[in-house]
């Protein structure tokens, strides 16, 4: 390529949520593209972080970190700085899914899942931003929405993941706009129906009707999303940031 604007060398970049699932998948594929990885979740990662070393051949680290606490997040970022040298990118990922219908939900229920699904992506856009500013850099954030915030999925009741994740896409336009000025691109990826731990152990008559709805006709992959993340967070995109990038087998297309 003529143009390398896809790489990442020489970038450091935080994948939250990247001990499983479409974290780490993904934080595979941006070392590939020859960035520099920091995953941060609940448990810890190191094993991932080192495979992805081994494989690619670029430094990576791995901080247990829950998203749902700012003190947490804020040493965290501290910690990731002082280790790699700098921060550049973010990929804003970790979230949880709760399937209860709205009327048996508990207000601990509600609460936990906005807890990790917005407040969490917040809090982590939020240290990050600080970061960037505090060390006059710019930077990109890609943050992990999902289609439950265009669409109601059935026939699973999932009223307190939707919102949040609704939220989220919103949270991303606003970033977008404040941060703008800065030199932060904020993007957000809404992904459909895809295979990770968190679908996997979903009822099979469940995830035999969300195939047969996806004109696609299957679930989708994480390797599937890796590339519209190296290109928001990529040179590829200067120009695009508030943007909600729906990739979905085409369901909220019908
Ligand atoms: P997984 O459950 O496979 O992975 C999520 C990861 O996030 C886990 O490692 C989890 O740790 C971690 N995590 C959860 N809570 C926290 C927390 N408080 N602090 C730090 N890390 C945390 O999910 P997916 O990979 O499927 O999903 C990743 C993202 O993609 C989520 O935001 C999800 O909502 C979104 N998404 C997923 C879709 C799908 O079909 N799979 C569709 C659309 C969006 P632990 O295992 O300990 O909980």
Redesign the pocket.
Known sequence: MKHDFFNLKNKVAIV??????????VAGYLADAGADVVI????D?SEVAEKIAEEYGVRTAAFV?????PEDVEKNIQAAAEKMGTLDLLFN?????LHKDALDCTPDDWLKVV???LN??FFVAQAFGRYLVAHNKTGNIVN?????GTIVNIPQGQAS?NSS?AG?AHLTKSLAVEWASKGIRVNS????????????TVRQDWQDYWVSTIPFRR??T?EELAGAVIYLLSDASTYTSGLDMIIDGCFTVV
């Open positions: 939250t949520g990247g001990n499983q699932g479409i974290g780490k998948v941060f979740d609940l448990n990662a970190c829950n998203v749902t606490d990922n970790a979230g949880i899914c807890n990790v699904n969490g992506i992990t929405a999902s289609m439950s993941y994740k989220v990826i809404s992904p459909g129906y895809i295979k990770t731990e968190m679908t996997g679930m989708g994480p």
